[in-house]
C-alpha cells in the first residue's frame, strides 16, 4: 500500500525542498505526485528486487552494446513537466536528450522525462494505481513504458501517442523495444 503524505506546513515542496526532505529519509522510497503529495512506498518483496534486477541488467546489456544513452534504477528520480517527481523501477535516457541537461541536473532529480520506463508491479502495487501512473508517464513524455505484472504473466506496453491504450503481451511472447530500443528484444518467461 502507498501512502501519500500532505504536510500542513508547506503546501507543495519545492525541487530544493523534496531532494532535502529525501536525503534526510535515506531509509524511505519517495515520489511526489502531481498535486505535490508525497508519497512513500514500502520496500518490495526479495523476488520483487530479483526481477527488478534482471530486467535492469537485460536493459543495461543492450544498452552497453549500442551506446545510446544511459540507464537508470529505481534510485533515480526524475522531475516531470507536470512537477511531479518519479522514481521508476528501470528508466533508459537517450543520449541527445543527456546533452540538453546541466551537468547540476544530473546531481539531483533530473528536469527530464525518460525516453523509456519499466514499472515492475510488487507485492503491494494495485494494478489500477500503477495503469494510471503509466498514463501520467505517457502524459509526460515518455515514448514507450512497460508495466510488468508478474502475477498475470504479462505486461501491458504504453507507446508514446496512445494515450490510456496499451498493448498486452503475455510472458511467452517477445517485447520489442520498438525503435526508442533499437533491436531490443525480450521474453520475460527467459528471465522470470
Same mark, same amino acid.
Given at each position: 500500500m502507498r501512502l501519500a503524505i500532505n504536510i500542513p506546513q508547506i503546501d507543495v515542496f519545492s525541487d530544493d525542498e523534496l531532494y532535502s526532505f529525501c536525503r534526510a529519509n535515506p531509509e524511505l522510497r519517495i515520489e511526489r505526485n502531481e498535486k505535490g503529495q508525497i508519497i512513500i512506498m514500502p520496500p518490495t518483496g526479495i523476488e520483487t528486487s530479483f526481477r527488478n534486477s534482471d530486467l535492469l541488467t537485460e536493459i543495461n546489456l543492450w544498452?552497453?552494446?549500442?551506446r545510446l544513452g544511459r540507464v537508470s534504477d529505481s534510485n533515480g528520480g526524475y522531475t516531470l513537466p507536470d512537477s511531479s517527481m518519479r522514481a521508476p523501477d528501470v528508466a533508459w535516457i537517450s543520449n541527445e536528450q543527456l546533452a540538453l541537461l546541466p @551537468? !547540476? %541536473?544530473?546531481?539531483? *532529480?533530473?528536469?527530464v522525462c525518460p525516453d523509456f520506463i519499466v514499472e515492475?508491479? !510488487? $507485492?503491494? =502495487? $494495485?494494478? !489500477? %494505481? @500503477?495503469?494510471?501512473?503509466?498514463?501520467?508517464w505517457i502524459e509526460n513524455g515518455i515514448r514507450l513504458g512497460w508495466l510488468i505484472?508478474?502475477?498475470?504473466?504479462?505486461?501491458?506496453?504504453y507507446r508514446a501517442g496512445s494515450g490510456i491504450d496499451y498493448e498486452v503481451v503475455s510472458f511467452d $511472447?517477445? &517485447? !520489442?523495444? =520498438?525503435?526508442? @530500443?533499437?533491436? &531490443? $528484444? &525480450?521474453? &520475460?518467461? %527467459?528471465? *522470470?
Open positions: 544498452n552497453r552494446k549500442t @551537468l !547540476s %541536473d544530473l546531481k539531483r *532529480f533530473a528536469h515492475l508491479m !510488487s $507485492e503491494s =502495487d $494495485e494494478l !489500477s %494505481d @500503477l495503469k494510471d501512473k503509466m498514463v501520467k505484472d508478474p502475477r498475470k504473466r504479462q505486461t501491458y506496453v $511472447e517477445k &517485447l !520489442s523495444g =520498438d525503435d526508442v @530500443l533499437p533491436g &531490443l $528484444e &525480450l521474453k &520475460l518467461s %527467459d528471465i *522470470f
